[in-house]
């Protein structure tokens, strides 16, 4: 069965520092590209960054460029997200979601390719 688990999720002020993990059972990280996105309620979900292994590429949002890194270690199929310099509008529902195949720098960041999701952790940055 396919499962991705989030973690790492929590309180902090402004200008500390996160790092999420995503535990993928079920397929494989070489295989599927592994996107995180988040969502507060009443707006939609918004990519934040994506990961693919098979053709070695990585993608951000501008919003969080420079700020956020992911990164893997396949062998644990575990994909992180570093998330520095925080701020109280990085505030949301993190997801990470597993899309079979190479995503493109068009459709990284939409989330109805994405195959596989998580249930979310929660991100408060507090002012």
């Known amino acids: 069965e396919e499962q991705l688990v989030e973690s790492g999720g929590g309180l902090v002020q402004a200008g500390g520092s996160l790092r999420l993990s995503c535990v993928v059972s079920?397929?494989?990280?070489?295989?599927?590209?592994i996107g995180w996105f988040r969502q507060v309620p009443g707006k939609e979900r918004e990519g934040v960054s994506c990961f693919s292994d098979s053709d070695d590429m990585i993608y951000y949002s501008e919003s969080v460029k420079g700020r956020f890194t992911i990164s893997s270690d396949n062998a644990k199929n575990t994909v992180y997200l570093q998330m520095n310099s925080l701020k109280p509008e990085d505030t949301a529902t993190y997801y990470c979601?597993?899309?079979?195949?190479?995503?493109?720098?068009?459709?990284?960041?939409?989330?109805?390719?994405?195959?596989?999701w998580g249930q979310g952790t929660q991100v408060t940055v507090s002012s």
């Open positions: 979601a597993a899309q079979y195949g190479r995503p493109s720098l068009g459709n990284w960041h939409v989330p109805m390719r994405y195959d596989y």
């Open positions: 079920g397929l494989t990280i070489e295989d599927y590209a």
